[in-house]
Structure formats: C-alpha cells, structure tokens
C-alpha cells in the first residue's frame, strides 16, 4: 500500500527526527528514503517536493484494527487538512492518519519554535539548521525495552541490541530489498525463563538481566494492561511506577515518559543534557557529577523556561550537541532548507500554523 500526506521539508527534517537518539530502528537508503517498523508494518519514507511519501509493507490491517484511537486520529486530521466529511474512509486515509498521528503533525512545530526562540536566544540560534525535529509517537511497551539496553553504551550497540531482541523473538512482519524486518515482541516472549541465557550469548551483558526481570514484573503487574494503566496516569505517578522496575533509573525513566508516554515535559538529563544545562545554570558549571537534587535542578529549569514541551526543545538543543550532526548539519541530505523568514528566521507551516503565529510571522 502506498500514499503521500502533506509536509513540507520544513515541517519535518527526518535525518534530524531519526538521528536525535529518541529511537532506533529507522535506517536512511541509497535513494534518500528511509525504512524503518512501527505498528506492526514495515513503512519507507521518503519526501517528495511538499509531500511526504510512504510505502506500507505487512499486514496494514492489523495496524488499522488494533488502534484504538485510529478514529479520534482521524477526526483531527480531516480537520487539518480542511477535508470535508465523508460517509466513508478507505484504507489509503487510515494509513495517511496513522504516519500524521505518528509524527505528531497535529502538533503546530512553528509555533512552538517560535516560542521557545523566544524565551531562549541559545534556542533560537540551534533553530535554523535543526529545525523540524518531530517527537515520534511511539509504543511504550517497545520505548522501554528500547531504553533498558541503551544505558552506558553507543547507539550503534544499542540500534544492534533493539534489532537483535526483534530478530529473536519478534514475529516476521516482511522482506523489503532483501531485508527481513521484524515486530517488537511481545512482553510475554521477553518473561521468558529461556530469554536470560539467549541474550547473554548475544552480549547484552547486565541489561539481560534487567530486561528478563523487568519483563517478568510487568506480567505480575498485568502484563499489556499495566502498560495501559501507565497512559493514564500523571507525569510523575508514570515516573515512579517506572522506577520501581529493575534496571530503571531518573533517567531511563524520563526517556520512556518522553518518548512513550507523551509526557512531553519529561527531562532526561545523561552527559550531554548536564553539559548543555551548565550554560543555563552557571552554579552548575563546577559540578562533575548529577545528583538526584541536580537532577531535579535541570529539569525544573527547562520545564520553567519551555513550559509544557520541555522535554521536546531539549532534544532540538541535546541532538544539536551530538558529535554526529556536528559533522553532518553543513551537508544536509533533506530535500531544501526551511523557507525562513528574514526577521525571525523560524519555520512555520503553511499547514500546520494557527492564524496568530502567521501573523506574527509577517509582522
């Protein structure tokens, strides 16, 4: 199944979006698409002038009846777009509402680059080259085993440790360029008593342990239930419950906050944050190691000067320190640069944008 939805370039930097360290299973092609899984589809992505492309692989009927949001997604995306409403809906426009929902295109990024450059100069000077950075909407279920393995080590490590656990004991989703792709497995496979050693041999080291634990906890706690539990539950209830599994830390914890459970206020301080955070907190810039009160010191001060999407500007400031971009952001491979505007040189969408930041943008 294929389909295109609209986005401008400017709208969304996928390099940027795929490259920040908020997930690991996208992988850029020869031809400039990229490829990656999520609900349970092998999906390649590609920009096409003000369209994003896409390509479904696997079963797509699944993905469709297993959402049980697909139709709230739907409402608000008709709405988007300015559709008119219709009797009826074929697949084509349920799949352009699961890749909108999935890059969060509900959210008005223009908007909000507009505000956080304006309440930080720092900001405002990493907007232009990493501008369109999306938070990806994504399982919590996979977000957390996704985070166990990637504590003190590469992401390389960990892109090899998340495709090993999905090779292992994922089911097959399909061949795409002669590649096999594979489902996130399912809690239950990762209780297993079997699991411990099969992932000591494939070197996991310690974070073996720690998935196996933590994946038995999860099934005495209700297993698929408690991870639906966890949505409904307040940033720092969702925190704590988080915790009190084996191998979560603060940080592990935020991780999973931010990028699974859309608490998009969730601060997950590692190197790079408390270096980034010594420009903002100069007491700070002495102190060689984060303590739990430090911790809390550099998440209260983004969540201060942000507000409610902390978590989401701290990433466009943590991915604009990665060595990785450092290297690359003067060679972009996305298909122009944002149209900016002279004054405030911050992207908005003409698709996404409300009337007030458009008019800001022209004044």
Avoid at 58 to 73: P, S, V
Avoid at 97 to 107: A, I, N, P, Q, S
Avoid at 268 to 274: A, E, I, L, R, S
């Amino acid at each position: 199944m294929e389909g295109k939805i609209k986005c401008r370039p400017d709208c969304l930097q996928l390099r940027i979006t795929f490259n920040c360290g908020q997930c690991y299973r996208w992988n850029i092609q020869p031809d400039g698409s990229w490829i990656g899984v999520f609900h349970h589809c092998v999906w390649t992505v590609k920009h096409e002038n003000d369209y994003l492309c896409y390509k479904v692989n696997g079963n797509y009927k699944r993905a469709l009846t297993e959402n049980t949001n697909l139709k709230d997604i739907l409402l608000k995306y008709v709405k988007a777009m300015n559709m008119p409403e219709r009797k009826y809906v074929g697949d084509n426009m349920l799949l352009d509402c699961l890749l909108w929902d999935y890059f969060r295109m509900f959210e008005d990024l223009g908007e909000h680059y507009i505000r956080w450059s304006k309440c930080d100069p720092n900001f405002r000077e990493k907007a232009d080259k990493f501008y369109g950075l999306r938070m990806l909407k994504q399982d919590p279920e996979e977000i957390l085993f996704t985070f166990i393995c990637s504590s003190n080590t590469t992401i390389k490590r960990i892109t090899g440790m998340v495709e090993k656990l999905c090779s292992l004991y994922g089911d097959k989703i399909s061949e795409v360029n002669g590649n096999s792709y594979y489902d996130f497995p399912d809690v239950s496979k990762l209780a297993n008593s079997s699991v411990l050693k099969e992932l000591q041999l494939a070197k996991f080291g310690y974070r073996a342990a720690y998935i196996v634990n933590s994946a038995s906890k999860i099934m005495e706690m209700g297993g698929k239930d408690w991870f639906k539990k966890l949505t409904s539950l307040t940033y720092e209830e969702a925190k704590s419950e988080m915790m009190k599994l084996p191998g979560i830390g603060e940080k592990v914890a935020d991780c999973i906050c931010l990028m699974g459970l859309n608490h998009l206020s969730a601060i997950p301080v590692d190197t790079h944050v408390f270096q980034i955070s010594k420009q903002y907190i100069p007491e700070l810039i002495h102190k060689r190691t984060v303590n739990n009160c430090i911790y809390k010191r550099i998440g209260d001060h983004f969540r201060n000067l942000f507000g409610h999407h902390a978590g989401w500007a701290h990433v466009v400031l943590f991915c604009a320190d990665l060595k990785i971009h450092k290297r690359t952001n003067n060679n972009v491979s996305e298909m122009r640069k944002p149209r900016n505007n002279k004054k405030s040189k911050i992207v908005v969408s003409k698709y996404f944008a409300t009337k007030e930041v458009l008019s800001i943008m022209k004044s």
